[in-house]
């Protein structure tokens, strides 16, 4: 299983760009890269998804380089709502049992 | 649609009583789970569900057990209840047309004395 490591807490101001850098160095050819938010209280709640090169939604955008190891999660302008913690998910599709939440990334965003 | 529900929201018990948590979808999704998160820390897999009748093992199966009997329903069992499984619970549920994108209920908070 890919083990992946994110910085434990990050601090941001409103109207600034967040990135979210997850190292996962020893990703396997089937595993997809997938963001999670979660709120204090709540259940987590899906972001984002991508295999390789670029994804971007209307929440974020995903930047994974050429050799998949690492995989970069971009808050545009983040807003005090977007302070939660985020979950970088490393797997494949068609074991879905072996999806893995680490402690994730504590954002804070101050005014 | 309601998307995924939990009954109860919160709970107290002593250590050695029984309950079960209730968790509901209304998508139709084949994939359930239940999990578990304790303070400060991320999400575990207590068990799973890859279709109606059927149910796996995940990360932290011990002192929990799980039935799903209907598509929309998936239930979880604490026989005798311990303090180290005070916690928070989450049940997610999953459509296989969607690699990853899980669905998550509210959550029950469960605290065992």
């Known amino acids: 299983l890919a083990k992946t490591t994110q910085p434990i807490s990050m601090d941001s101001y409103e109207g600034q760009e967040v990135n979210i850098t997850c190292s996962h160095n020893n990703i396997a050819t089937n595993d997809y890269i997938t963001w999670y938010q979660q709120f204090p209280s709540q259940g987590p709640r899906f972001i984002i998804q991508g295999y390789k090169t670029k994804v971007t939604n209307e929440v974020a955008s995903l930047f994974i380089p050429a050799d998949r190891k690492s995989s970069t999660l971009s808050l545009p302008r983040v807003s005090l709502s977007d302070t939660a913690v985020y979950y970088c998910l490393v797997g494949p599709s068609y074991n879905t049992d072996k999806l893995i939440f680490g402690t994730g990334t504590r954002l804070q965003v101050f005014p | 649609n309601a998307g995924v529900t939990q009954t109860p929201k919160f709970r107290v018990l002593k250590t050695g009583q029984s309950m079960t948590l209730l968790c509901a979808q209304d998508m139709n999704h084949e994939y359930m789970y239940w999990y578990r998160q304790d303070p400060g820390m991320g999400l575990r897999l207590i068990h799973y569900s890859v279709g109606e009748g059927t149910t796996a093992k995940g990360e932290v199966p011990d002192g929990y057990n799980v039935s799903r009997l209907k598509k929309q329903n998936f239930l979880l069992g604490l026989e005798s209840a311990a303090p180290s499984q005070t916690s928070v619970y989450f049940c997610?549920?999953?459509?296989?047309?969607?690699?990853?994108?899980?669905?998550f209920g509210p959550g029950t908070r469960l605290t065992v004395t």
């Open positions: 997610a549920s999953q459509n296989l047309d969607r690699t990853y994108e899980q669905y």
